[in-house]
């Protein structure tokens, strides 16, 4: 049983914990966590949603998921990337973004009111090196910036950020810190 802690419409936690699946029904307000883990090579990490998923499956996404109760958004960050691609980066090697305040409504009356914290890190890990976790992922795949906008051009409803408000925003960020990977001396990655 996954809980969460529910928040105001500003992001403060109420005091109340309700379980994941009663958050989505009544659609409270809670947190999200997502990270971009971008290769040395400029390449994004992207898993494919297994197809048991209610929401999204088979569509490809970056990794994330729900903060849970008692978690800050990076120690959200580091689990989900731990539990989804079985990789534990050090928590000092996430570079927060920024937190977008989301309303929608998803198929099978899911109502998903979220604040999302997005996070970059870069690794230096090949698909080989990475473990999924089956209930979660059913395949994972670097892709260029380029090829993200083709898909988005495109309308490919393949991947979950067609429909992003911000793309261009997002787009525009993915490539500064590409070339700022690009650009630096070899070091450590994780």
Request: hydrophobic fraction near 35%.
């Amino acid at each position: 049983m996954e809980l969460l802690d529910v928040l105001d419409e500003n992001a403060n936690k109420t005091g109340k914990v309700e379980e994941r699946r009663v958050v989505h029904e009544k659609g409270l307000w809670h947190a999200h966590v997502g990270v971009w883990l971008m290769n040395e090579k400029g390449e994004l990490l992207f898993q494919q949603r297994a197809s048991t998923k209610k929401s999204g499956p088979n569509k490809w996404t970056r990794t994330g998921g729900h903060v849970d109760s008692g978690e800050t958004p990076l120690q959200a960050v580091q689990r989900e990337t731990k539990e989804e691609v079985g990789v534990k980066i050090p928590i000092n090697n996430f570079e927060f973004l920024k937190v977008d305040k989301n309303e929608n409504i998803k198929p099978n009356n899911i109502i998903d009111r979220n604040f999302m914290y997005s996070y970059f890190a870069v690794v230096n890990y090949k698909l080989e090196d990475y473990t999924m976790q089956k209930e979660e992922v059913s395949q994972l795949k670097y892709l260029t910036i380029e090829d993200m906008k083709k898909a988005k051009e495109n309308n490919d409803e393949n991947y979950t950020f067609i429909s992003w408000d911000d793309f261009d925003e997002i787009v525009a960020t993915l490539e500064a810190k590409r070339d700022l990977v690009l650009n630096v001396e070899k070091k450590e990655w994780c």
